[in-house]
């Protein structure tokens, strides 16, 4: 049976770390990715039958986690920050899905205040969801004085999405958010994920970076809808996911040559055209008509980022038409990137002078009134 194994401190462990650790504020910094190949191959559904296996990396736009655990002067005992801004007293109050059942998962129980910042919007296609999991993991195991190594943060956020939450999600997103680099992923019927660095020279990567444009189709989505639409029904589209599963050798096979890199983009094409064949949502006339557009301008190839349905759209094209292709497509936004291989750090911490522990629950003992009698 294919499982991760991971071990969590219970709320006493957790709470005894974060005493002796001292009252941090912390800042995780987690990549966004790219999926070049194998993409769908990486949900459990269809790997614990047949396996499956992506070629991705991660680039320089990032998820950014500050956290520290509250003072205890507030109202509130939890603050979370992102598009909204939650105030809230226990963890069940929180409306954000991963900020609650991550809270839950690790048990803590001090009063946190959790602040979201992201390079990239949110149901773009970029892996972000993953990304804000796998940051918000890190930068709370080191509230709680812990140093998780990326094997771990990637189970735990596979957990926490696939199971806690129950989204129609894969495993990748969790894997190259931990980890970070260009990767060829494999994930066995039984066991865990095995991360392999594409070994290609610096030249190389970096003329495949030259050829590559990243743009935003102006459309947002959730990828688990998207992907609703096709997961469950997977062995109706066998073909399809082993010729994309078949795409990754071939693209491995490319980059290791030393040849020109066009076979590079028609084989992004090819996996385009069967992707797209999965499910009517992964793609639409918005898209296709940017896709056209595209190719007329000179792109060799490309596809949506993600599920599909809207979000980044990636093209392969040679340096001297990019000039041409953005002006062609001038009325979309394009995001300049490098890839990047550091993963999931902790970029900031400042440790504070903490509270004693009885003055940590003034909060709580305000809360519940004045003592009986009055006074």
């Not at 958010?177 to 019927?189: L, T």
């Amino acid at each position: 049976m294919w499982c991760w194994c991971v071990d969590v401190d219970s709320g006493e462990g957790s709470a005894a770390r974060a005493s002796a650790a001292g009252f941090p504020v912390i800042i995780s910094r987690t990549p966004f990715r790219i999926s070049f190949f194998g993409g769908g191959t990486d949900y459990p559904a269809w790997y614990r039958q047949h396996g499956g296996s992506v070629v991705a990396t991660t680039i320089d736009k990032y998820c950014y986690l500050t956290c520290r655990f509250l003072p205890p002067f507030f109202e509130h005992r939890i603050r979370v920050v992102y598009s909204k801004i939650e105030n809230c007293h226990e963890v069940s109050e929180i409306q954000h899905p991963a900020v609650r059942e991550t809270l839950r998962y690790l048990g803590l129980e001090r009063g946190v205040e959790i602040h979201h910042d992201g390079d990239l919007p949110a149901r773009s296609g970029m892996g972000s969801s993953s990304a804000f999991t796998v940051g918000l993991l890190h930068a709370l195991h080191g509230l709680l004085g812990r140093m998780p190594n990326k094997r771990r943060l990637a189970a735990e956020a596979i957990v926490i999405e696939q199971e806690r939450l129950r989204e129609t999600v894969g495993s990748q997103d969790q894997v190259l958010a931990a980890y970070g680099g260009f990767n060829h992923i494999h994930f066995p019927v039984d066991g865990e994920a095995v991360v392999r660095p594409v070994t290609v020279g610096r030249e190389r990567l970096a003329a495949l970076n030259d050829h590559l444009m990243l743009c935003y189709s102006g459309t947002a989505r959730t990828a688990s809808d998207v992907a609703e639409t096709y997961v469950h029904d997977l062995d109706r589209r066998r073909r399809q996911l082993r010729l994309m599963a078949e795409m990754v050798d071939e693209a491995l096979e490319i980059l290791s040559g030393g040849g020109d890199l066009t076979p590079f983009g028609k084989l992004l094409d090819e996996a385009w055209q069967a992707k797209r064949s999965l499910s009517p949502s992964v793609s639409n006339p918005d898209v296709e008509a940017i896709y056209a557009e595209a190719t007329a301008a000179g792109a060799i190839g490309g596809k949506l980022i993600g599920a599909g349905g809207g979000g980044f759209m990636l093209l392969f094209v040679p340096p001297e038409r990019q000039r041409a292709l953005r002006e062609r497509l001038r009325r979309l936004l394009f995001v300049p990137f490098r890839f990047e291989s550091s993963g999931s750090q902790i970029i900031f911490l400042d440790a504070e002078a903490d509270y004693p522990l009885e003055e940590r629950t003034w909060a709580d003992r305000r809360a519940a009134g004045p003592p009986a009698g009055g006074g």
